[in-house]
């Protein structure tokens, strides 16, 4: 491969109602990357296999036109960006982890440190299933069907971005240069935003107590804001970092600027946490108005239309960069 195909590529799992802390971490920044205009245009993807390590196939599909309307909802624009979901291309997926596979063994596998969390949050090596095990190989293929030259996520998954740059550099050695190395790119700080809770937990929908669910009833959203674990006048926690980074997304300059001043405050000693949250409390709750009648103005069949688009360009890259690895593999005769 000379050239990279794809300047932006990204991908989410497909799981039942996306909270804030996504909106903030990994919508956003291709939002941004998408105004700017200055890469090519970004090509996202629904990863609904991935979602297979944990969930039933039915469930994982409901998920997926949800998912892609959460991102139309907050602004992804189908004109700007391709979409497409991991399932479409799922031949071309399942050959490139099988020819990836051979490059890294059972010991390398198990090592990589997401895998032994999530196998130890279950119970253990004897009940983890094996697709479990080939996620950063999935992860690879994804990333290297796509010709991706960087690849915006969260540092937790800078690990699944080093196995797929070893696996590059293994397989080029042995087969000669077919892959060029994807690079991570910093989605930002948002993607660490907290639970509510106070738990110092990342915000995320297995703690429903402490995270915004776009989907949700507002009225609830709303509480878990009043109840939200703050800060002592004076202090900048961390709890208190999380809520001013939703404050910010969700406002307006104008806003931001009330806010800014509520936290000089704060900053200064004096008691305004309650005047914070009424205030979060205001703009959060407009916002998820809004974002939910935008939500629900998407049609399916607008959705199926635009999926079909993103599964085209998908497939065409994945089936040159196939070609290119069994040509050089041996896998076929040129
Ligand atoms: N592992 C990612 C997550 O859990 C999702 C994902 C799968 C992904 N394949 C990818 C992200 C390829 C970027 C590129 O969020």
Redesign the pocket.
């Known amino acids: 491969m000379k050239n990279y195909k794809t300047d932006i ?5 497909a799981t039942s109602g996306m909270s804030i802390a996504n909106l903030i971490g990994v919508v956003d920044p291709i939002l941004c990357i998408m105004q700017d205009g200055s890469l090519g245009k970004p090509m996202i993807f629904v ?1 609904d296999l ?1 979602s297979l390590t944990t969930e039933e196939p039915n469930k994982t599909q409901s998920y997926v036109l949800h998912v892609i309307k959460d991102y139309i909802a907050a602004g992804l624009d189908p004109e700007k960006v391709d979409l497409f979901v991991q399932s479409q291309i799922m031949d071309e997926v399942s050959k490139m982890t099988i020819y990836l596979s051979r490059l890294i063994t059972v010991a390398e596998l198990l090592r990589v440190p997401t895998l032994k969390e999530k196998i130890k949050k279950g119970n253990g090596e004897a009940t983890a299933n094996t697709l479990l095990a080939f996620y950063p190989v ?2 690879a293929a ?2 290297l069907l796509q010709g991706s030259r960087y ?1 915006p ?1 969260g540092k937790d ?1 800078y690990v ?1 971005l080093e196995v797929t740059n070893d696996l590059v550099k293994r397989f080029n050695k042995k087969y000669g240069d077919v892959f060029l190395a994807p690079k991570p790119l910093d989605s930002g700080e948002g993607i660490n935003i907290l639970s509510l809770t106070g738990s110092g937990k990342k915000m995320s929908k297995s703690e429903p107590n402490g995270a915004i669910l776009l989907d949700d009833d507002i009225d609830v959203s709303l509480k878990k804001i009043k109840r939200a674990k703050s800060a002592f006048a004076g202090d900048m926690s961390e709890d208190l970092k999380s809520l001013k980074l939703i404050a910010d997304y969700i406002s307006t300059d104008e806003q931001r600027k009330e806010f800014e001043s509520i936290l000089q405050k704060h900053l200064d000693g004096e008691q305004v946490m309650g005047e914070f949250k009424d205030l979060l409390v205001e703009v959060l709750g407009r916002f998820l108005e809004e974002f939910q009648e935008k939500k629900v103005s998407i049609s399916d069949d607008y959705v199926l239309g635009v999926l079909e688009k993103g599964r085209e360009k998908a497939k065409a890259n994945a089936g040159e960069v196939i070609s290119e690895v069994e040509i050089a593999m041996g896998m076929r005769f040129v």
């Open positions: 590529f990204t991908g989410m799992r990863a991935h999935m992860m994804d990333i690849v996520v998954q699944h």
